[in-house]
């Protein structure tokens, strides 16, 4: 499966909203577990969030829970991130990745073998 981010690329302000969307080409994205990791400056990747194929289940990071949320429409191959109360520190290039198996560990980053180019989210304060 192909994966394509996109939302970022403008500037945010600290409180605002933004919503990014990882489109996907190939197998049905049913078949697929998908997480939205970030990268801020000079940091590692870290998970954010991640969806179970029906979009039944989700979990979150204990810093963006209550703020984000992630959700799917299997019907057009998209996963989608909505980013509430936006902070400075969430400022990160956003990617979304993909595998088919092993939910339990959907919060690790190893764990994903289909990833997509990112996103760039920038927050002022």
């Known amino acids: 499966v192909q994966l394509q981010a996109s939302g970022g690329g403008g500037l945010v302000q600290a409180g605002g909203s933004l919503r990014l969307s990882c489109a996907a080409s190939?197998?049905?994205?049913?078949?697929?577990?998908v997480g939205w990791f970030r990268q801020g400056p000079g940091k590692e990747r870290e998970f954010a969030a991640a969806?179970?194929?029906?979009?039944?289940?989700?979990v979150y990071a204990d810093s963006v829970k209550g703020r984000f949320t992630v959700s799917r429409d299997n019907a057009k191959n998209m996963v989608y991130l909505q980013m509430n109360s936006l902070k400075p520190e969430d400022a990160a290039v956003y990617y979304c990745?993909?595998?088919?198996?092993?939910?339990?560990?959907?919060?690790?980053?190893?764990?994903?073998?289909?990833w997509g180019q990112g996103t760039l989210v920038t927050v002022s304060s």
């Open positions: 990745a993909a595998k088919t198996q092993d939910w339990i560990r959907s919060r690790e980053l190893n764990s994903y073998d289909n």
């Open positions: 190939g197998r049905p994205f049913s078949a697929y577990i």
């Open positions: 969806i179970n194929w029906s979009g039944s289940s989700s």
